[in-house]
């Protein structure tokens, strides 16, 4: 079967640097996608990666390793705001995205 | 200001009733998405739409009905067959198909079964 694993929650400080695993057993792989999800709100895209590699993008960046089944998302310079959970979603060879249950990310002052 | 709209944010239904829920995009967007959203659990897909007056059944269809007579409307109704319908719905819209990947949320809404 199709899998998604995320870590369910992590904890850090303001100021720090965090790093959310993803790991991924698809059929067939199409690209990787995170985004961000305030409690109750809707989801919004942070990042695709479709090759390997790091990505950056601001604060935030995306590695993707596809031979390991493996992505992480990377946030510096955390802010109380970035409290959310980051949601980890891979297409597979049918074009259908298949989502991780979230990572709840909670940030100390 | 382009974006998703859906309503109502919350709702409650009664047992055996059926109810709608409105997904509304002004993103000129060809398809469009139901998710369901339970905790602990990824979202899972429920129905798509890729041209009007067409969709296609996702994982979780059971129980759930949708139309696309407009490109800027896809509502869904979740009838009483659906047997646990208590949970956090999201409408989402995409440029292209599935292909393209990044997707627009709407602010989702939340049914509750009494």
């Known amino acids: 079967g199709q899998n998604i694993d995320q870590p369910t929650e992590m904890t850090a400080t303001e100021g720090a640097i965090v790093q959310i695993n993803c790991t991924y057993q698809t059929s067939g792989f199409n690209g990787l996608f995170w985004y961000q999800q305030h409690a109750g709100e809707a989801p919004t895209f942070l990042s695709y990666n479709v090759l390997d590699g790091l990505e950056e993008k601001g604060r935030f960046s995306s590695f993707l390793s596809r031979s390991k089944g493996y992505s992480y998302l990377l946030l510096k310079e955390l802010q109380m705001k970035d409290s959310a959970s980051y949601l980890c979603a891979v297409m597979d060879s049918n074009y259908q995205l298949i989502w991780g249950a979230g990572t709840k990310l909670i940030i100390k002052p | 200001d382009g974006g998703i709209t859906q309503s109502p944010k919350y709702l409650f239904r009664k047992e055996g009733q059926n109810v709608t829920l409105s997904c509304e995009q002004n993103l000129n967007h060809d398809a469009m998405y139901w998710y369901r959203q339970d905790p602990g659990q990824g979202l899972r897909l429920i129905y798509y739409s890729q041209i009007v007056n067409d969709f296609q059944k996702g994982d979780i269809a059971e129980g759930y009905s949708v139309s696309r007579e407009k490109k800027e409307s896809f509502p869904l109704t979740v009838t009483s067959a659906q047997k646990n319908p208590t949970a956090f719905y999201l409408c989402?819209?995409?440029?292209?198909?599935?292909?393209?990947?990044?997707?627009?949320f709407g602010e989702g809404s939340r049914l509750t079964v009494l």
């Open positions: 989402a819209s995409s440029i292209l198909g599935r292909e393209t990947g990044e997707l627009f």
